[in-house]
């Protein structure tokens, strides 16, 4: 095993004539963990993803994968990694298993060790006994199809580029399911805009808006640091003026009303809030029922980061 | 090394398994089957339908020569034109359907999905003059008295180099060019270029433009020297080849 990280992208930077799809991204994806790669569609996972498998060159900047510069490990790097773009293509006169068949040859595999690898990703793909050619298929399945190739190789590093955008929720449970077993073996590096899969699966999270890392780290200390930065107040009365004057102040970016008496403040500036917040309830006469620090979801750390620009 | 077998051997399993079986060998297989009879018979076709508007000129009875020569003009314009068409994507095919990406992320290296793809493709041309003109022979055979092979087996070898330096000029094409027919369409410029450049003697004599003029020749029983042509143009190709290799190396999937 390796000691160096198993992406590492410096300052990675890839310009298309005088526009920025990815501006100077720095990321470290340890070996061995699942990794979200997040962002709207058009901020720039795509592009990251085909830097990471040497499919363009960076305008500036260098991405490491297992410790091989991309740019001029060759074959070194692409024996190690299996990937899934967000559109796979297919010899459309092949059927499942051909293709299968073709992937791991590719990779050198032969004999029993081919045949026993093809049936056990047909079978994950839930493409067993499946004799259509692949021109035949649905999205789902040539989607499905896609993760099997992706996995010949048992890669140490497996790169999927919006894998559950074209399935059901079945299919896509099943996805990330298998996605999660893979934790601790191979370092799985996912683009998606699709929060919940996050979530779910991942250990850690880079949130990427316009070409930029705007966050980088464990989804749990992603949550605990911006769920800090949320306030949930809960009084016995008039709740709705307390939040209309809450809201009417500068370190306050967002003001929700739950149920009853509990008001959820999004602040700028903890201390303050804690300060202000309680002499707000006493100058109202109302009761405080309880102050506490709330909790953020993915998706709200999400929307506050990238969301101003939209 | 194993990584060139398995992508030729995808290779030929494709041409076997697709439209690519069908077109060329049906295209070939038509003229070697047909040619030689029309040549035998075209005399006797012309007698009987014009022979009056001739006003009592009379043709010369036909030899096995013209049905070789009927057979190389075939090659050399027909068959080469379906041939650039038909190579067009080669490379940009799989650009464009996403395939080239899935093969690429692999442990194969562009220069050998060039490299591959050339070869396999001229080797299958090889393999279709060879029935073709063996076709051909046995059709001579039938239609005419005496058929030596000589003169259609040298003339078809001299095409076979002109084809797969089409082949070479179409895999630089369909690297440049994304588009299937934009790439034929320059592949068919390059064809009308070099048919007005093999005017010129001296281009003609030393150059693969002239190529085309010394299978003819070659077909007919007339005195010709191909070596010139041969050796530059199979120059050529290496060097259309390993450009195209080049090129795609450093162009973004």
Same mark, same amino acid.
């Given at each position: ?21 990815? &501006? ?5 994806? %340890?070996?061995?963990? @699942? /990794? ?21 060159? $960076? ?25 899934? $773009? &967000? ?46 050619? *692949? ?21 140490? !590093? ?9 399935? &059901? ?19 799985? /590096? ?27 780290? $464990? ?45 959820? *403040? ?45 | ?12 399993? %494709? ?17 070697? !089957?047909?040619?030689? $009879? ?22 010369? &009875? ?52 060039? *490299? ?50 089409? @082949? ?27 048919? @007005?450049?093999? @005017? ?54």
């Amino acid at each position: 095993m390796s000691a160096a990280p198993a992406i590492q992208a410096t300052g990675l930077t890839k310009a298309y004539g005088d526009k920025l799809a990815l &501006d100077a991204v720095d990321l470290t994806v %340890e070996e061995g963990s @699942i /990794f979200g790669f997040l962002g709207a569609n058009g901020a720039g996972k795509t592009t990251m993803l085909r830097l990471v498998t040497g499919l363009a060159r $960076p305008t500036s900047g260098t991405v490491h994968v297992l410790g091989h510069d991309v740019a001029t490990a060759g074959t070194a790097v692409r024996a190690e990694i299996g990937f899934l $773009p &967000d559109v796979p293509g297919y010899y459309d006169w092949m059927t499942a298993e051909e293709f299968l068949r073709f992937a791991g040859a590719l990779f050198g595999l032969r004999g029993s060790s081919l045949d026993d690898r093809v049936t056990m990703l047909l079978d994950l793909a839930g493409l067993t006994g499946v004799t259509t050619k *692949v021109g035949g298929f649905s999205r789902g399945m040539k989607q499905r199809l896609g993760v099997a190739q992706a996995l010949v190789n048992a890669p140490r !590093v497996l790169l999927l580029d919006e894998p559950t955008s074209a399935l &059901d929720p079945m299919g896509r449970k099943d996805l990330l399911d298998m996605i999660a077993s893979l934790r601790g073996r191979t370092t799985v /590096f996912f683009s998606t805009h699709i929060l919940g899969d996050v979530e779910r699966v991942c250990d850690a999270v880079a949130i990427l808006d316009h070409g930029r890392v705007v966050a980088q780290a $464990p989804i749990e200390e992603l949550k605990a640091s911006y769920g800090a930065r949320k306030v949930v107040v809960e009084v016995t009365d008039g709740a709705d003026a307390l939040a209309e004057q809450i809201g009417a102040l500068p370190w306050a970016t967002a003001v929700e009303r739950g149920h009853n008496g509990a008001i959820e *403040v999004t602040v700028s500036d903890v201390g303050r809030a804690q300060h202000e917040i309680p002499a707000l309830v006493a100058a109202h006469q109302v009761g405080l029922a309880r102050m506490e620090a709330g909790e953020m979801g993915l998706e709200e750390v999400f929307v506050e980061l990238v969301g101003g620009g939209r | 090394m194993s990584g060139y077998a398995v992508f030729a051997g995808k290779e030929v399993r %494709e041409i076997l398994r697709t439209w690519r079986l069908w077109v060329l060998p049906g295209i070939l297989l038509f003229f070697a !089957v047909t040619g030689p $009879p029309m040549a035998r018979y075209t005399p006797e076709i012309i007698d009987a339908y014009a022979g009056a508007e001739l006003g009592g000129l009379t043709l010369p &009875d036909p030899t096995y020569l013209d049905a070789y020569a009927q057979w190389a003009q075939n090659l050399s314009q027909v068959a080469l034109f379906a041939l650039i068409i038909i190579y067009g994507g080669l490379v940009s095919a799989e650009r464009r359907s996403g395939t080239a990406v899935l093969v690429l992320t692999k442990p194969v290296s562009r220069s050998a999905f060039i *490299v591959v793809k050339t070869v396999v493709n001229a080797a299958f041309v090889s393999v279709l003059l060879l029935v073709g003109t063996l076709v051909t022979w046995g059709m001579t055979a039938a239609m005419f008295p005496t058929a030596p092979g000589s003169a259609l087996w040298a003339s078809s070898l001299v095409w076979l180099v002109l084809a797969v330096q089409f @082949i070479a000029l179409m895999t630089l094409l369909s690297v440049v060019i994304g588009s299937a027919a934009g790439a034929a369409g320059a592949g068919l410029g390059v064809y009308v270029l070099a048919s @007005i450049a093999s @005017i010129w003697e001296p281009l003609a004599t030393y150059s693969p433009v002239g190529l085309a003029t010394q299978a003819s020749a070659l077909a007919t029983g007339a005195s010709a020297s191909p070596l010139w042509p041969v050796v530059t143009s199979l120059a050529l190709s290496l060097g259309l080849v390993g450009l195209a290799a080049v090129v795609f190396r450093r162009a973004e999937l």
